[in-house]
């Protein structure tokens, strides 16, 4: 699993209020680092002090404290090669076809 950073104060707020996670405290920390990684639709995290993250490299984090299903994660947080929308998969055959329907209800394709 590859572990990603955050280092925006917004964004780490944003993803405690959303996990509802009153297990850690962001006060506590002089900067802090969300640390996560997804993994088949879960998300694994941790929050390290920023000096910390530094002297060690993400590339070293192994762990986790805490996970949490990403339905329940901010938006920002999906890797985007795990949102396989469906309907983002259209060809361009398949857009003209729907245009030409929407302009043309009564047309046969």
Same mark, same amino acid.
């Given at each position: 699993?590859?572990?990603?950073?955050?280092? *925006? @104060? /917004?964004? =780490? /707020?944003?993803?405690?209020? +959303?996990?509802?996670? &009153? /297990? =850690?405290? =962001?006060? &506590?920390?002089?900067? @802090?680092?969300?640390?996560?990684?997804?993994q088949?639709g879960?998300?694994?995290?941790?929050?390290?002090?920023? *000096? %910390?993250?530094?002297?060690?490299?993400?590339?070293?984090? $192994?762990?986790?404290?805490?996970?949490?299903?990403? %339905?329940?994660? @901010?938006?920002?947080?999906? *890797?985007?090669?795990?949102? $396989?929308? !469906? !309907?983002? $998969?259209? $060809?361009?055959?398949? +857009?003209? +076809? =729907?245009?030409d329907? /929407?302009?043309? @209800? &009564?047309?046969?394709?």
């Amino acid at each position: 699993m590859e572990f990603r950073q955050e280092r *925006d @104060p /917004k964004k =780490i /707020k944003e993803f405690l209020y +959303l996990t509802e996670n &009153h /297990k =850690i405290e =962001i006060r &506590h920390y002089k900067s @802090p680092v969300l640390v996560w990684g997804v993994q088949e639709g879960t998300a694994y995290y941790s929050i390290w002090e920023a *000096d %910390t993250l530094q002297r060690y490299g993400l590339e070293n984090v $192994d762990g986790w404290d805490y996970e949490e299903d990403l %339905t329940f994660c @901010p938006d920002w947080m999906a *890797d985007a090669e795990e949102e $396989d929308d !469906d !309907d983002l $998969d259209l $060809d361009d055959d398949d +857009l003209g +076809l =729907i245009c030409d329907l /929407k302009i043309n @209800p &009564h047309k046969k394709a």
